[in-house]
């Protein structure tokens, strides 16, 4: 089902957002429809975004609270992310 958009908008600026959609071979009608689609779009792939990491922060919780949990400190964390990043390093060379 569509549904109709109506705004109010001063005569100057309508003029050159005609010229613009105009000159990219479109209404003015058309050009804004396609700018509300790309803001719906943009809303789709954030409410996405954000179901994603609330069962993402849901997992994580439901780890800790069954105790599979484990926590580092930022230095320890830091140096595991090096020794991994020397692993992969490794393999590189590796396939070479």
Known sequence: METRIQFRIDEETKRL???MAESQGMTLSEACRKHTELLAEQQRMK????QWLAAQVERAFAKIERGDAQFFDSDKADQMLQEFKQQLGSKTDKDS
């Open 17 to 19: 957002a005609q010229q």
């Open 47 to 50: 409410s996405l975004h954000d």
